[in-house]
């Protein structure tokens, strides 16, 4: 059942969901948090934008024009649902398809920022995957590999370029080496814990293209309290 939502309290903004789907989690309000976004960016990708909740998340901090791609047509309509619900069609666009094969035609060094919220799971014949083909394909690298991603990235980034990534921590030394063997060189990282004394559940990496060496890793973010409540930092990512 499709249903519309408020975007975690951005003032007149709304997102279009299905309760069948898989729905965006606080990893993708993070991510666009996260970022460093220069004054000077011209244009942004999203890779596998869902129901576009970073390009939506982004529009408010940026004016420049924002591309979302999803493999997945159903929701790739939520996402472009979403975005005519918004009247931002003028500044967010979203394309259908493979990545992979649609940035054969994207100019190269294109892009200023890159974000993604890409599956977090290698995937095999014997992966205990959904049964339902949308949560398989958001979750686990059937369509899209970690060092596809970046490789892709490392292409269509300009010099100087931003990608920001959110994932799995236990996935942090695939992706330094990855980034550094595609010219992304590795500048900020952010540790995510649901709780003060349990272990990481989400990184926040960033790095830049043809960057200078120099790695930051900033204070761990816990995002919530004894009682179960988003810890203060993490509400005003929600406004």
Known sequence: MKVKNYLLGYKNLYIYQDTSMFHFSLDSVLLPNFITIPKNTRKILDIGCGNAPIPLILSTKVDCPIVGVEIQKDVASLAQESVCCNHLEKQITILEGDINELSKDMEEE?????????????????????????????????????????QISGRLLSHNGVLGLVHRPERMMEILEYMRMYHIEPKKIRLIHPHLEEEANILLIEGRKNGKTGLKVLPPLITHTKTGEYTDEVKKYFE
């Open 110 to 150: 294109s892009f200023d920022i890159i974000t993604c919220n890409p599956p977090y799971f290698k995937y095999k014949k014997t992966s205990n995957v959904n049964d339902s083909e949308y949560k398989t394909i958001a979750r686990h690298e059937v369509s899209l590999t970690l060092e596809q991603l970046i």
